[in-house]
């Protein structure tokens, strides 16, 4: 007899998860009797077009099979039929919400136990949880669906509003969002406003004896501290000019001096805990140089699954974590690798127990660390790519680290006085010498491949040089005395390490939502990405102050961070959902009816944002009686640039087209000059002499580009001062510079990458042909409609043969791409050779592509 809920154990078993990339991993490890599909991601959600939330009956939700998942969940459903089903979708609230829509849709009961969670993709830990089961967490899902509908209810009302203000399409605003770019632009205004001050200090030289110095700095006059521009100048010795400096300088002159005090203390520095979303994601920034959204991509490669000799098996834990707990087990064999790898002498006594520091810190995942650490990063290297390599590498040695003894130092400070019943000028010299590294053998020593670690991870070593030994009651000579200038900085841009570092601090988002705010932000132009700094747009300082000024409470920190810990708390089981996004609402809706409308010149009702197949635009809520509308973005108005045209002499000015700004004469259509907009590098083209400009992409990536349009120069690297030996063309920065010329024997030909989506060039040409034939075939059929008698039996006349292309200098180029038979076609064609008709269809196939090919290298910043 079975019990309820049991199945026989012959029966087959679906078990859905999210990717397929983790579908095919868990199907290899639980082997026949099991049928793993994926989800690919959420299967339902609110609707596209309306609010789908009833905010009169407790924000109850409308949820609709997306579109493009409706043949997986058929696909889905197909498969369910009479078999047990086991939900294994991601471990967080975003799994458990697409678990629950999966299970609603296949028609089973969510309190059924068919949940199961896979921490990590391993044959042991997947054959666990496949054996027990659990009911659907309603909490979770309901954290999810507060989430969601906050999410829509700000984006529906705030972001046509956004677009209404500023005329311009795409515009969005959310809670996790628009604060995320109020720091930054909060930021960039705080650096615009600093004044930088000046300060001097003094740097001495004194000699020991026996041909040693002691390199020190000037630290108090008679007690009071000098001011090097940290902290507080209040009592303090300011030396605000180079004649007070020197004039002090002049007096320190010409005085014996005397050690009067050698301290020297053994210094600890304890190894960081291992990683968090957040320590991931800023680590990764700092030392591998990847964004968020690169980290988190490369992460769930390395925990869904690769292939080893040994299977398909998870290299790491669950990477959307913010806990630092770990297994006993894991912290086991850490110790093993420890002793075995590095030696005895680098492992501790016991093992090292993080806690989070953090109130509120989930603890449902453990940190992010190697499933198993015996794994090393050079013994899955070949199977690998690069950049995986080098985040496993760095999960693994954090890991490590964080179980191994402190490093040691030993900290030397002397301090030098003159001599004389009453000491005027004290001097300060420090040193540090690393006596013992610990953790450090593992984990670098602040420094890794040249890229500074982490920032503000507490764990930098500072890097002092050491002192001579000398022994208290030393005399000393000063042998020379130097004064030097120096500045206040402002505080630094963010990057993604700093960012994700406030946002965390301030309890803005979660684990899951840092890499998403920032590709948002980047996707809608309000941030650009400048090396590894990130800069608000002017589009994102506009969206910003009319955030702050309207809707306050939506970008304030303490009430985006409440809201947060609300959702936890939610999570918890603490909190029913819909009070919590009232909670939210109520002010937002204060708020929102405070904002002017835009009303219809006609009749004076309101105009909203309306969606046609041609797009957006504005039209007056009275249609069908008022049928005003007008376009959605304005057309920016050309501005003189204060150049004259080369052609002409009238003078040049910015226009916005199509692809972004660029400049033209102001005397078109009498005159079409025009040329790239961008700014000027300081280099000229090694095809036609004229600037080399730089751009950028729409998504924001730097590239760079002759500005005459008449030359294909394109370089996705910054050019060097330095030029190529061989060729004399600039060397671009790749390594230690590379040269870009196709015709020089040292070019790298991977500087000039293909045109993306080569392939989709091919398609597209031949759904052009199939539509062109589609086209033809109907309106001879209309044609033949309309024809009589001897018309419509004419003979149809013989098309005629295609011309040489006039560009075919542009389109050599682009020549490596085509088939051989394309290629002899189009070179036949160019040299004005006859061909038969097959031929010349595929010339003309070829030119398309060609032509296709050069228009996206001109016209797309392809990283």
């Avoid at 010299?429 to 953790?439: H, I, T």
């Avoid at 061909?835 to 290298?857: D, T, V, Y």
């Amino acid at each position: 007899m079975l019990r309820e809920g049991e199945w026989p154990r012959a029966a087959a078993t679906l078990v859905v998860v999210e990717s397929p990339a983790k579908a095919k991993s868990i199907q290899k490890m639980l082997g026949p009797g099991y049928e793993v599909r994926a989800s690919l991601g959420h299967v339902a959600d609110l609707p596209e077009r309306e609010l789908g939330v009833d905010v009169e009956r407790d924000f109850a939700p409308t949820y609709e099979v997306k579109k493009d998942k409706k043949p997986v969940v058929e696909a889905l459903k197909r498969a369910a039929k009479g078999k047990r089903l086991l939900i294994a979708t991601d471990p967080d609230r975003e799994g458990e919400a697409i678990g629950w829509h999966v299970a609603r849709l296949l028609g089973r009961d969510p309190k059924e136990p068919l949940r199961v969670e896979f921490h990590e993709i391993t044959p042991r830990v997947v054959r666990q949880a496949v054996q027990n089961p659990r009911p659907i967490d309603q909490n979770l899902v309901d954290a999810q669906q507060a989430r969601r509908v906050l999410d829509r209810l700000v984006g529906y009302n705030l972001s046509p509003l956004l677009s209404l203000e500023f005329r311009k399409r795409a515009l969005s605003a959310g809670r996790v969002q628009s604060v995320a770019l109020r720091l930054l632009v909060e930021r960039e205004e705080e650096i615009e406003a600093f004044r930088p001050e000046e300060y001097w200090t003094l740097e001495g030289v004194f000699a020991l004896g026996q041909d040693r110095t002691l390199p020190a700095s000037l630290y108090e006059v008679e007690g009071k501290r000098l001011w090097a521009g940290q902290g507080e100048k209040e009592g303090k010795l300011h030396l605000a000019n180079e004649a007070q400096a020197k004039a002090l300088a002049e007096e320190v002159k010409g005085r014996s001096y005397r050690v009067v005090q050698v301290e020297t203390r053994e210094r600890r520095k304890s190894p960081p805990p291992p990683f968090t979303t957040s320590t991931l994601q800023q680590a990764a920034s700092s030392r591998l140089g990847y964004t968020a959204s690169r980290t988190m991509r490369i992460a769930q490669r390395l925990y869904e699954g690769v292939d080893l000799p040994e299977g398909t098996v998870g290299l790491i834990t669950y990477m959307r974590t913010d806990s630092v707990r770990v297994s006993p087990e894991a912290l086991q064999a850490a110790r093993e690798v420890i002793q075995r790898i590095f030696g005895l002498e680098y492992l501790p006594e016991g093992p090292r127990v993080y806690r989070n520091r953090k109130e509120g810190v989930q603890d449902a995942h453990e940190a992010i660390r190697p499933t198993d650490v015996r794994r090393t990063p050079d013994s899955v290297r070949k199977y690998l790519s690069d950049e995986e390599y080098r985040l496993y590498d760095l999960i693994w040695r954090r890991f490590v680290a964080s179980q191994m003894r402190d490093a040691l130092y030993d900290q030397t400070v002397v301090l030098l006085k003159d001599e004389g019943e009453k000491p005027r000028f004290t001097f300060r010299a420090s040193g540090s010498v690393l006596k013992f590294e610990g953790y450090l053998k593992a984990w670098g020593r602040g420094d890794e491949g040249g890229v500074a670690q982490a920032v503000n991870e507490g764990q930098e070593v500072e890097a002092e040089p050491p002192l001579p030994l000398v022994a208290e009651g030393t005399g000393a000579e000063l042998l020379e005395v130097k004064a030097q200038q120096h500045f206040t900085e402002p505080p630094p841009r963010y990057t993604d390490a700093t960012l994700v570092k406030t946002m965390e601090e301030l309890g803005i988002g979660r684990p899951s939502t840092y890499a998403p705010t920032l590709e948002t932000l980047e996707k809608r132009g309000y941030m650009v990405r400048k090396g590894r700094t990130l800069l608000p747009t002017p589009l994102g300082r506009q969206v910003t102050h009319y955030l702050k000024e309207r809707f306050p409470q939506v970008v304030a920190y303490e009430f985006t961070a409440r809201m947060e810990d609300r959702l936890d708390q939610v999570e918890e089981g603490k909190a029913p959902w819909p009070k919590v996004v009232w909670e939210f609402y109520e002010p937002f809706l204060g708020e929102l009816s405070q904002v002017p409308k835009k009303t219809c010149p006609r009749c004076g009702r309101p105009l909203e944002l309306k969606v046609s197949r041609f797009g957006q635009f504005l039209g007056c809520t009275g249609y069908p009686e008022c049928t005003y509308t007008e376009p959605l973005e304005r057309k920016k108005e050309a501005e003189p640039i204060g150049e004259a045209c080369p052609k002409c002499g009238r003078p040049l000015v910015r226009k916005e087209g199509r692809y972004g700004s660029f400049i033209a004469c102001s005397g078109y259509p009498e005159c079409d000059y025009t040329r790239d907009d961008g700014e000027p590098t300081g280099h000229t083209c090694p095809k036609c002499g004229s600037q080399v400009l730089e751009k950028r992409s729409r998504r924001g990536k730097p590239y760079y580009k002759c500005e005459n349009n008449a030359c294909d120069f394109l370089s996705f690297y910054p050019l060097l001062d330095q030029t190529c030996p061989s060729c004399g063309w600039p060397l671009v920065k790749k390594g230690e510079g590379a040269c870009m010329n196709p015709a020089c024997p040292v070019h790298d030909p991977k500087l000039v990458p293909p045109p993306k989506a080569s392939s989709r060039a091919a398609s597209s040409s031949g759904e052009l042909a199939s539509r062109g034939r589609r086209s033809s075939r109907r309106k001879a059929a209309r044609a033949g409609e309309s024809r009589t008698g001897a018309k419509a039996k004419a003979k149809v006349q013989e098309p005629s043969p295609p011309k040489p292309p006039k560009d075919w200098e542009e389109l050599k180029p682009f020549l490596g791409e085509l088939t051989p038979e394309e290629r002899q076609a189009a070179e036949a064609l160019a040299l004005g050779e006859v061909l038969s008709p097959e031929a010349a269809k595929l010339a003309q196939r070829a030119i398309f592509k060609l032509r296709m090919k050069k228009g996206r290298a001109r016209k797309e910043a392809v990283t």
